[in-house]
């Protein structure tokens, strides 16, 4: 997929960023810290919300070929009565600011990974995010769909391209159509299934992201070329 003309494309000097392989810490003596390819030229910013405990952290930590950086913090009591913690009871840390990752797509395209904070009061941070960002990820948690909302209604507002992804702790027990109806979501936004533990899920997801907006942004310039 050409990712030419793409909003929010950054141009990755030659040489920046590579360091040697090395084994990544504690938590994942398996993965390989990958150095950023001589042929990448362009790099993507994409943001990934939802609700409290939905997912986002682990999304980044599951797909990313370094090292994340995250900024989880062990919950206090300072918490209780400000955090919604219902449905995710067993939660003992919560991200304060964001967590970043990197994906290679291919030889050219990166995606860099920012998981923004779910909860409600540090909402004031996402519209910071979302600048400069090429798109969104809405992970959806259906227990509780309405912690969802804001998001979309944010993402809308600031005419940033998203997708949906149901993020599925166990069997689904709603059809997509029923999802898609309890969020309102245009026909139009692509709306999946997926597991954010997985990594082949979840960049499955994030190529379902960029083909979207691949698709806007060849509409758009169609319609400014019928114009002309």
Same mark, same amino acid.
């Given at each position: 997929?050409?990712?030419?003309?793409?909003?929010?494309?950054?141009?990755?000097?030659?040489?920046?960023?590579?360091?040697?392989?090395?084994?990544?810490?504690?938590?994942?003596?398996? +993965?390989?810290?990958?150095?950023?390819?001589?042929?990448?030229?362009?790099?993507?910013?994409?943001?990934?919300?939802?609700?409290?405990?939905?997912?986002?952290?682990?999304?980044?930590?599951?797909?990313?070929?370094?090292?994340?950086?995250?900024?989880?913090?062990?919950?206090?009591?300072?918490?209780?009565?400000?955090?919604?913690?219902?449905?995710?009871?067993?939660?003992?840390?919560?991200?304060?600011?964001?967590?970043?990752?990197?994906?290679?797509?291919?030889?050219?395209?990166?995606?860099?990974?920012?998981?923004?904070?779910? +909860?409600?009061?540090?909402?004031?941070?996402?519209?910071?995010?979302?600048?400069?960002?090429?798109?969104?990820?809405?992970?959806?948690?259906?227990?509780?769909?309405?912690?969802?909302?804001?998001?979309?209604?944010?993402?809308?507002? +600031?005419?940033?391209?998203?997708?949906?992804?149901?993020?599925?702790?166990?069997?689904?027990?709603?059809?997509?159509?029923?999802?898609?109806?309890?969020?309102?979501?245009?026909?139009?936004?692509?709306?999946?299934?997926?597991?954010?533990?997985?990594?082949?899920?979840?960049?499955?997801?994030?190529?379902?992201?960029?083909?979207?907006?691949?698709?806007?942004?060849?509409?758009?310039?169609?319609?400014?070329?019928? +114009?002309?």
């Amino acid at each position: 997929m050409d990712s030419a003309g793409f909003r929010g494309a950054v141009d990755l000097p030659g040489g920046a960023g590579r360091a040697p392989a090395r084994r990544a810490g504690a938590g994942a003596a398996t +993965q390989e810290v990958a150095p950023l390819r001589d042929s990448a030229r362009e790099g993507l910013k994409i943001v990934i919300v939802g609700g409290f405990g939905v997912g986002k952290t682990t999304m980044v930590r599951s797909v990313s070929e370094i090292r994340p950086l995250s900024t989880e913090e062990v919950m206090t009591e300072a918490g209780v009565g400000i955090d919604d913690t219902a449905g995710v009871r067993g939660k003992s840390t919560t991200t304060v600011a964001f967590d970043f990752g990197r994906i290679s797509l291919d030889d050219h395209l990166v995606l860099y990974l920012f998981g923004a904070p779910g +909860q409600e009061r540090f909402w004031f941070l996402w519209d910071r995010l979302f600048s400069g960002t090429l798109g969104a990820v809405v992970l959806v948690d259906t227990r509780r769909v309405e912690d969802s909302w804001y998001a979309i209604d944010r993402l809308e507002h +600031q005419n940033v391209p998203f997708v949906v992804a149901r993020n599925n702790f166990s069997p689904p027990t709603h059809s997509i159509d029923e999802v898609r109806d309890a969020l309102s979501l245009h026909p139009d936004v692509p709306l999946v299934d997926c597991d954010a533990r997985t990594r082949e899920s979840s960049k499955a997801v994030l190529l379902e992201l960029v083909n979207h907006v691949h698709t806007l942004s060849t509409a758009a310039y169609g319609a400014l070329a019928g +114009q002309a």
